[in-house]
């Protein structure tokens, strides 16, 4: 499996802009679909957005549309969260997921389908 490392999170206002980036190691990370994930405390994880293995195809959960885009650089291995105009609600600890996904460009939202998980880092917004 790929092994995922988060990096960015930090405490903003609300308003603000962050990047959040995942470093992937040890497969090739083209053949990967990715997704970004959050979870507050006592909350459930959701899904926040999710990108095909060639950058092709995202898919955005209804709360972030329109303020958060997702990108990678397969040539850096990494995949990026742009986030803007922050809300104290997307205040959350970040995960980065991966999928293999040799066969095909789809993109996924369904935490099961994602095999490879980073350590997560946290943003909080405050207001």
């Known amino acids: 499996q790929v092994q995922l490392v988060e990096s960015g999170g930090e405490l903003v206002q609300a308003g603000g802009s962050l990047r959040l980036s995942c470093a992937a190691s040890g497969r090739t990370f083209g053949n990967y679909a990715m997704g970004w994930f959050r979870q507050a405390p006592g909350n459930e994880r959701e899904f926040v957005a999710a990108i095909s293995k060639t950058g092709i195809t995202t898919y955005y959960a209804d709360s972030v549309k329109g303020r958060f885009t997702i990108s990678r650089d397969n040539a850096k291995n990494t995949v990026y969260l742009h986030m803007n105009s922050l809300k104290p609600e997307d205040t959350a600890a970040y995960y980065c997921?991966?999928?293999?996904?040799?066969?095909?460009?789809?993109?996924?939202?369904?935490?099961?389908?994602?095999?490879?998980w980073g350590q997560g880092t946290q943003v909080t917004v405050s207001s």
């Open positions: 997921a991966a999928k293999y996904s040799f066969l095909d460009e789809g993109v996924y939202y369904n935490p099961s389908h994602f095999g490879s």
